[in-house]
């Protein structure tokens, strides 16, 4: 007897089910469809921001709630950090790239103090 085509939803389904997150019975319960929107996605090694690809090595199936609270906690502190980081990067290496005499004079941080003047006595 010849078995019938099982659909990629349906594999997809059975893989993530694999990860056994999900009690057996409640995904006895649960069609294909459902099952596969209980999870996300997530960019792992290289974040999707960071031109990681939409590749199978680069994804990790996630529950939703794990992946919500993985990337509010993670990804985007260490997302804005690299932007900081990037922007404060380019500004320096255009100001880097002027010749010496076209760059605004560098201010200091500190207010100038003079010293004291001597009283004589």
Do not use: C
């Amino acid at each position: 007897m010849k078995r019938g085509h099982i659909s990629l939803k349906t594999k997809l389904a059975s893989a993530l089910l694999a990860l056994h997150q999900i009690p057996h019975s409640q995904a006895q319960r649960m069609t294909a469809d459902q099952i596969i929107s209980l999870y996300h996605f997530d960019h792992d090694p290289i974040p999707h921001a960071h031109g990681g690809p939409d590749e199978p090595w680069n994804l990790t199936p996630l529950l939703k709630a794990a992946h919500l609270e993985k990337t509010a906690e993670f990804d985007i502190p260490v997302i804005a950090k690299t932007k900081r980081i990037s922007k404060a990067q380019e500004e320096f290496r255009q100001r880097m790239l002027l010749p010496r005499d076209q760059r605004p004079p560098k201010q200091s941080r500190w207010g100038k103090r003079p010293f004291p003047k001597r009283t004589t006595t």
